[in-house]
T-cell receptor, first 113, second 112 residues
Framework: DAGVTQSPTHLIKTRGQHVTLRCSPI?????VSWYQQVLGQGPQFIFQ???????GRGNFPDRFSARQFPNYSSELNVNALLLGDSALYLC????????????FGDGTRLSIL | SQQGEEDPQALSIQEGENATMNCSYK?????LQWYRQNSGRGLVHLIL?????REKHSGRLRVTLDTSKKSSSLLITASRAADTASYFC????????????FGQGTRLTINP
């Protein structure tokens, strides 16, 4: 079975631009979460979506938005990019309910020039 | 903000030795999970321990959880070169969203 897939793998943007990152969860997983991982640190929670609804968001500005589609895939959008947005963006999917491990994709490496 | 603190930040041992990593956290948790990350890759789930459990084993991995001290440890026995990676503890918190709060990780290097 395919794992979580993310696209693109790498992206270079300039300040002020916007970006869309995509994620396809494991088949049967209805929950998708997004994390930002700055070099040398642990991932930080951005959003969780379940059944196409936002379940919660972390401490990120409104420039960050996301959505989940009927097939449970998801997009993360970031507007007005800043240098500090350079990071590895990770998508994770899981089964519903608590005590479920999250399955991560390999991420999108975003570099802002 | 990071909830967890991992200790040590970096660990280098010889192949065959045991590696122990520690994690402390601040708030009440639903469970605690350990993940491995190879350089530039995504995170791989290793083991999940619920808040009402004290110890769990999976192959060469042993995890303990002490909720009174808000701490956990991960023991990797008989280490191999392939165990070289960063290891993160993550606490699952249910606040509307089901989110993982990660520590900063321990960089483990296994020398052949």
């Amino acid at each position: 079975d395919a794992g979580v897939t993310q696209s693109p793998t790498h992206l270079i943007k300039t300040r002020g631009q916007h970006v869309t990152l995509r994620c396809s969860p494991i088949s049967g997983h209805k929950s998708v979460s997004w994390y930002q991982q700055v070099l040398g640190q642990g991932p930080q929670f951005i959003f969780q979506y379940y059944e196409k609804e936002e379940r919660g968001r972390g401490n990120f500005p409104d420039r960050f938005s996301a959505r989940q589609f009927p097939n449970y895939s998801s997009e993360l959008n970031v507007n007005a990019l800043l240098l500090g947005d350079s990071a590895l963006y990770l998508c994770a999917s899981s089964l519903a309910g608590g005590h479920q491990p999250q399955h991560f994709g390999d991420g999108t490496r975003l570099s802002i020039l | 903000s990071q909830q967890g603190e991992e200790d040590p930040q970096a660990l280098s041992i010889q192949e065959g030795e045991n590696a122990t990593m520690n994690c402390s956290y601040k708030t009440s948790i639903n469970n605690l999970q350990w993940y491995r990350q190879n350089s530039g890759r995504g995170l791989v789930h290793l083991i999940l321990i619920r808040s009402n459990e004290r110890e769990k084993h999976s192959g060469r991995l042993r995890v303990t959880l002490d909720t009174s001290k808000k701490s956990s440890s991960l023991l990797i026995t008989a280490s191999r070169a392939a165990d070289t990676a960063s290891y993160f503890c993550a606490t699952e918190i249910i606040q509307g969203a089901q989110k993982l709060v990660f520590g900063q990780g321990t960089r483990l290097t296994i020398n052949p």
